[in-house]
């Protein structure tokens, strides 16, 4: 675990439309209540699975998975605060007891997570970045990929998925020469097709919409 990470610039918008008066509810009376602190020591309960969404948009994925599996903890990681009052909604709604959350980037709860504590991580629809001059920007970044080694147990999974064909070959590129993962698919359709009991969110939606084809792809972290 690394110690006192520094501050990284996170780009992109933290903020869109003004929050409804409940959304600003919830995000100064639950969100605190749900917050990790990475101060202190991060709440990992044994005999559970951890898994971490990272980027959870509006949280459609994460409230599913998590009310279907509430033996599993899930670590939910976004920015921006519209989507975080709309994921805080959802989790009052359902009454979830196992999701915990963090504003911000990432990396940061990476660098605080102990070795081997994910049973499997997410990535989905991650900002693509198009302009060559911002792709250093993407998440699937060879630094972050190493943080991603460190905290997942081997044989865990890290799935991502996109409909942008440029960022998809990146992420393939970059996980092929990383030894600490490996891609799984073996036919076309492994890549074509979401994983079981797949939520789609509103932002695959439009995607579809639009005429943009997602892929889902699957890297297994290997043991070392």
């Not at 520094?6 to 605190?32: C, M, T, V, W």
């Not at 805080?88 to 997570?113: K, M």
Request: aromatic share 10%; hydrophobic share 40%; proline share 7%.
């Amino acid at each position: 675990m690394t110690e006192n990470p520094p501050h990284r610039r996170l780009y992109g918008r933290s903020k869109g439309k003004a929050l409804r008066q409940h959304q600003s509810e919830l995000i100064a009376d639950l969100l605190p209540k749900l917050a990790l602190d990475l101060s202190a020591p991060l709440p990992l309960r044994p005999g559970r699975g951890t898994r971490l969404e990272i980027g959870f948009g509006g949280g459609e994925h994460l409230i599913e998975a998590a009310a279907r599996e509430p033996d599993v903890d899930f670590f939910g990681c976004e920015p921006f605060i519209n989507g975080m009052a709309k994921l805080l909604a959802g989790i009052e709604a359902r009454g979830l007891t196992n999701v915990r959350l963090y504003r911000g980037d990432a990396a940061e709860v990476l660098d605080r997570l102990p070795d081997a504590s994910l049973s499997r991580v997410y990535l989905f629809y991650p900002d693509p970045w198009p302009k060559r001059r911002h792709r250093k920007r993407r998440f699937v970044s060879p630094e972050n990929l190493a943080r991603l080694a460190r905290v997942m147990q081997p044989g865990a999974e890290l799935r991502f998925a996109t409909d942008i064909d440029d960022y998809a070959a990146w992420t393939l590129a970059r996980l092929r020469v990383c030894d600490a993962f490996r891609w799984q698919a073996e036919t076309a359709q492994d890549w074509r097709a979401p994983w079981e009991g797949w939520t789609q969110t509103k932002y695959e939606a439009k995607a579809m919409a639009a005429g943009r084809r997602p892929v889902y792809l699957t890297f297994v972290r290997q043991a070392e």
